[in-house]
């Protein structure tokens, strides 16, 4: 009888999980909540562009086609991009719209005797346990729920959705007092178009938030309503923003995210000589650093309008903190659409906000929270067992508990594809997503579950002693080629993708050097038996 695979989520991790797991035999069900594939694209500003360049923003083997011509394609551009590739690959036939998990259960061996197995999932195979995953899905439609069952379940649920951070205020002086409308940018994003600029229109909004969403929002309300009706974006803690098609965008691969720039930082794992040469080159990526933060600063108002972080441009990169700046947001600054107020905190009046430290209100008829997501609420609610719960989020102190950032230790027949946050967002997902189907074709052997933990925790100390209270985004931009390295070879594939010594070293790594990675074949199932 074939293996039965459910992937949830059809944002980018579960087509690329889809798509391989096609190219290895399985006939998959991918189990997605919206009527449309896309993930967070779906939802996502009319306005909002890629802030990758595009060419670092596509699956290896799958280009963009040569009718988008710009640098940084629309929202409805990228979801039309997914769609060609879902098409392409004959991916649509195995996705069941409007399908919500609303939890997974793991009916087998009990949690204690889970506890003692010495190998992952009892005899360190992909479907070594005797158990299965029974997946409750509701129909978004109709309403009503079923339920499925599935021999190993691939989570593709992502951070940037779900359950909505909403911060806590004191008592009197939170969204009940004040007599607007207050909404978080999540709810803001899922309006329908139309909707959303009357929402909007002729209004005075404050948005609170530092990163791209806020900025995003601030821009799109610019827009609309000018200097008539000026947009508040009010700022915790400032960020470093690179200008998209600016000289320091073109430049950032050569300075950051090649192989070279990876020798200045500490990478997990690493040997003594590469510690010391880690040591001895920290100095020239700190002088890096602080080139780029002169860049910025002599070439954009930061100072003048409160917008010069605190921390370094580097250190902001290793915390997947950096972002893209919108096009002509300065001029929108200056003329008066958008102003800019800094401020650690804030609390609710009747009629907007008000800012601690200079104690002033702010009148406003509409308050939007780009305050961001609980995301490891969203990935520890998704398991009904309290004790699978406790598991997957780990000590509350560090980063989630994942070997290879792909299998829990403990929890079997499970994979997170797509959770982790790195240089390569639909790269990463997408060489995760051959390592695990290499694993599900009995290709690469996992070492023991206390191996696992070590190398788990071991990654875990890396990414909270780079990333500081951001551990819980589980960023490795630092050792983003590192770890593509380790699982390329645990895959048997050779990690060094460039055709020379000194262009495997200084030029950047990208999509498109991973093509054609592994053989496409099928395994020795056959042909699988969907759900």
Known sequence: MG?????????????????????????????????????????????????????????????????????????????EYLESYAKHFGIFPHIRFNSKVIGIDYIGESCEEIESWEFWGGKGKPFGSQGKWHIKVQNVKSCTFEVYEAEFVVL?????????????????????????KVTHSMDYSNMDNRIAREFIKGKRVAVVGS?????????????????DYPCTLIQRTPTWFVPIESLLESMI???????????MSHKPGESVLLSILATMLSPL???????????????????????????????????????ALPNKFYDRVEEGSIIIKNSPSFSFCETGLI????????????????????????????????????????SPTSAIPLYRQILHPRI???????????????????IKSQWLMQFLDGKIELPCVREMEKEATMWGD???????????????????????????????CNPRRKKGFLEDLFVPYGPTDYANLLPKQGNNWNKQKSL
């Open 253 to 263: 691969g050569f300075l950051y995210l090649n192989r070279f720039s990876e020798f």
């Open 285 to 323: 990526g700190w002088a890096i650093s602080k080139l780029t933060e002169a860049y910025l600063r002599w070439n954009y108002p930061l100072k003048k309008y409160g917008m010069l972080p605190k921390t370094s441009f580097i250190q902001h990169l290793a915390q997947c903190q950096m972002a």
């Open 355 to 394: 800012t601690e430290g200079d104690n002033q209100r702010v009148d406003t008829d509409i308050v939007i929270l780009a305050t961001g997501f609980k995301t490891d609420e969203k990935l520890k609610n998704i398991f009904q067992s309290p004790v699978f719960q406790e598991w997957i989020l780990g």
């Open 156 to 180: 593709c649920i992502g951070q940037f959705s779900g359950v909505p951070y909403i911060p806590e205020f004191p008592p009197n002086k939170g969204p009940q007092v004040f007599k607007g």
């Open 3 to 79: 293996k039965q695979l459910a992937i949830i989520g059809a944002g980018v991790s579960g087509l690329a999980a889809c798509k391989y797991a096609l190219e290895r035999g399985f006939s998959p069900i991918v189990f997605e909540a919206d009527d449309s594939l896309g993930g967070v694209w779906v939802h996502t500003l009319e306005t909002t562009k890629l802030q990758d360049p595009k060419d670092n923003y596509q699956f290896s083997d799958f280009p963009w086609p040569s009718w988008v011509k710009e640098v940084h394609p629309s929202s409805s551009q990228v979801v």
């Open 211 to 227: 990163h791209k969403s806020a900025l995003d929002i601030a821009m799109e309300c610019a827009n609309m309503n000018r200097v």
């Open 462 to 492: 890396h990414i909270k002693q780079t990333t500081g209270k951001y551990f819980r985004r589980s960023c490795i931009k630092s050792a983003n080629i590192w770890y593509t390295d380790q699982l390329c070879r645990d895959m048997g």
């Open 412 to 430: 079997p027949q499970l994979a997170v594809v797509g959770y982790v946050d790195s240089f390569t967002t639909v790269l990463s997902s997408e």
